[in-house]
């Protein structure tokens, strides 16, 4: 009889584990304490809308997402470019972009900064000799992860304007917090492996259906197909070493498991975690978390063309057009996506409101005399960790000091952000694992 693996949550991580164990002939539980599976990847319905509890996209570089599509069959649910281009507006509706041409990297980016009407030339010049400094920076070096991103690039002549206008355009959106928060490992690998290692890195993938239908159901799908065991409002109460397996503890009822997979957020999954693990709750809440916050607006008629932008010189962040992914049928619905919102965490809807639409009205001229006919907000209080300098070390492997219990999440040391992208990569990294304890071999 083949092993029993347990899989604790089932997001993102969990359900890629999940599925690269029943593929490996093992027979699976995906254990959910709530009641729906994708973990901080989900979708709800709302007044016939189908809505993401926030705007995730992707990158061409971000391979072993594209590739879990590809498996579940649901590769055509992203829009991917074909080259590199990045809308962004300024106050008045002013619009320039970020491009890149089809030659070599770092060439590729060199015309299209050039161009870049958000800063001046002076400061382009800066922006260049920055990026040629960051190619040489090595993500996993330790040090880099005790520097702060702001403080390396003002000792590399960047300003406010270029902080503002191009490095935290991209950093706050990719690592949830402003440069001066950020660490400079965790930037280094955004902008090395994003931007300037590979010329079509940068192509920008953006979801065409809802989550849920994007990876959560179509996991869920997968799994049944392979004879897993998917169970959801399953809270899991603790793991306990047993004999040469594991107990599962739930509300109730205990189940036997040969290998455990702890896909949990952290400080949960070093709850249930027995001590003899060496899963410290203490290291992992340090890990502290960051919030973001999503601002949705249906408009009467469309205000504008874009499919997606970002912005400079406004609290709106980036804005993407969600009309068709929600299923509206007339109208426009725009998504406002906010990262490191602290700011906006506890604000009230209706002072929200005031500013948003106000902000929109700027940045897109049509929305000042367009009716909004639906508001509303969604937060994320725990986003992601804090991807603050010291958490590298923080970051624990997926392995574990008991054989055969193993974490997965976008939080252990993937070498990624806390993205889908290091979720994935977690799961499958976790499965490797008890699959070779599981089959006494490597995959």
């Known amino acids: 009889m083949s092993a029993h693996v347990v899989v604790v949550g089932g997001g993102l ?46 990158l061409r570089c971000c391979t072993e997402y594209r590739a879990l599509l590809a498996r579940l069959g649901t590769a055509e649910g992203i829009a991917m470019q074909e080259r590199f281009r990045m809308p962004v507006l300024a106050p008045g509706g002013r619009l320039t972009e970020l491009t890149r041409t089809g030659g070599p990297a770092p060439l590729h980016l060199v015309a299209g900064l050039a161009r870049y009407g958000a800063l001046p030339v002076t400061d382009r010049l800066r922006a260049f000799r920055a990026a040629a400094a960051m190619r040489l920076l090595d993500p996993d070096d330790p040090a880099l992860d005790e520097r702060g991103f702001g403080d390396w690039l003002r000792g590399h002549g960047q300003n406010g304007a270029t902080l503002a206008a191009l490095w935290n355009l991209i950093s706050v959106a990719a690592l949830n917090c402003d440069a001066d928060e950020a660490s400079l490992a965790l930037a280094a690998k955004v902008f090395r492996t994003a931007l300037l290692d590979r010329a079509d890195a940068p192509d920008i993938g953006v979801p065409r259906w809802p ?107 980036w804005i993407f057009d969600r009309t068709d992914v929600a299923g509206l049928s007339a109208g426009q619905y725009l998504t406002i996506s906010l990262s490191a919102a602290h700011t906006w965490l506890d604000t009230p809807v209706p002072e929200l409101r005031e500013i948003f639409l106000t902000e929109l009205g700027r940045l897109l001229p049509a929305a000042r005399t367009t009716p909004c ?65 599981a089959w006494g071999g490597a995959r």
């Open 373 to 437: 006919t639906r508001f509303f907000v969604t937060r994320e209080r725990r986003a992601t960790f804090r991807q603050a300098p010291g958490t590298g070390r923080l970051r624990p492997q997926p392995e574990t000091r008991l054989p055969g219990l193993v974490l997965a999440g976008s939080w252990t040391a993937t070498g990624w952000p806390d993205t889908m992208e290091g979720a994935v990569r977690s799961g499958h990294r976790a499965a490797g694992l008890v699959s070779a304890h």
């Open 211 to 317: 989550l849920e239908d994007l990876h959560v159901r179509p996991a869920e799908k997968y799994l049944l197909a392979r004879g897993a065991e998917i169970r959801t409002r399953s809270a899991v109460r603790a793991v306990e070493r047993r004999d040469r397996g594991f107990a599962v503890r739930l509300d109730g009822e205990t189940l036997t498991a040969d290998a455990v997979v702890v896909a949990a957020p952290p400080e949960p999954s070093a709850k249930v975690c027995p001590a003899e693990a060496g899963v410290s709750g203490a290291r992992l809440a340090g890990l502290g978390a960051a919030p973001i916050v999503n601002v949705h607006v249906v408009y009467e008629r469309p205000v504008t063309d874009l499919p997606f932008a970002a912005t400079t010189g406004s609290p709106v962040q």
């Open 13 to 58: 991580a969990g359900l890629t584990a999940a599925c690269d164990l029943a593929d490996d002939g093992l027979r699976v539980t995906l254990l959910e304490a709530r009641g729906r599976l994708g973990g901080a990847t989900f979708s709800f319905r709302r007044d016939g809308l189908s809505v993401d509890n926030g705007q995730h996209v992707l």
